[in-house]
């Protein structure tokens, strides 16, 4: 029974939380200093949560983001209890959030969140390209 | 069956059976098979595309060894996982990012 169970079950890791990272190719680390960088709000209610304010900590790359008007409209919505991170890495730039549960995973996809992440990579594709 | 029973016990559903399989048994009604047709999508690749198709993006799975094989993470925030798995690759047309990643913790 073991042998059959190894060639059949979908077991991707051993815990059913997930993390979707977009991907700017490119390589990353030398352009740490410019790309790395995060999202901070503030939160305001403990049961009922309402964003009141999002801004970006960490390299260059903030002073862009945090003049984005529209990028700044959508993160209000789509961060309740959640950050963005702009993490680069040896052969890319990794956009993620933090993990969700299985369940929940594609509820915090919804269109807004897409093109705020199509923002944010334009924005690292843009510094990628102005410092190479 | 045999599959299905070892499916049962690790607590994963296998979709990949899903469909006239042939695995019914002789000995089930009508009843049985129409419920064994109505499951609960399990792989989260498909699901990830059906939703991002929903959207109306040009998402599809390609497979891409350079993002897959990591590294994911550069560890300088914190509260990031040291083992992850990645799952799939999927490729969005007209978006300025390459592709979205999946992974999986542990």
Avoid at chain 1, 101 to 120: D, H, T
Avoid at chain 2, 31 to 52: C, F, G, P, V
Wanted: charged fraction near 30%; proline fraction near 2%.
């Amino acid at each position: 029974m073991e042998d059959n169970a190894t060639t059949t079950l979908h077991t991707y890791g051993a815990l059913p939380f997930y993390q979707i990272h977009f991907i700017v190719k490119g390589d990353g680390k030398m352009f740490e200093e410019l790309l790395l960088a995060r999202t901070r709000k503030k939160v305001r209610g403990l049961i009922n949560k309402s964003v009141e304010d999002v801004w970006w900590e960490g390299g260059k790359i903030t002073e862009r983001l945090n003049n984005d008007a529209r990028l700044k409209q959508l993160l209000l919505t789509i961060l309740k209890d959640d950050d963005i991170f702009i993490d680069p890495v040896e052969n890319a730039v990794r956009i993620y959030t933090r993990f969700k549960i299985e369940g929940e995973v594609i509820r915090y996809l919804s269109k807004e969140a897409i093109e705020a992440y199509n923002i944010i990579a334009g924005h690292v594709r843009s510094i990628m390209k102005e410092f190479e | 069956m045999k599959d299905k029973e070892a499916a049962g016990h690790h607590g994963v559903i296998d979709t990949s059976h899903k469909h006239g399989d042939g695995s019914g048994g002789e000995g089930k009604n009508e009843n049985e098979k129409e419920e064994e047709e109505e499951y609960l999508e399990s792989d989260m690749r498909m699901i990830l595309l059906t939703h991002l198709r929903r959207l109306g993006l040009d998402a599809y799975i390609a497979s891409d060894r350079e993002v897959e094989e990591g590294p994911y993470y550069s560890y300088y925030f914190t509260s990031i996982p040291r083992i992850v798995t990645s799952v799939c690759c999927i490729k969005v047309n007209g978006m300025n990012f390459d592709c979205i990643n999946l992974l999986a913790r542990g």
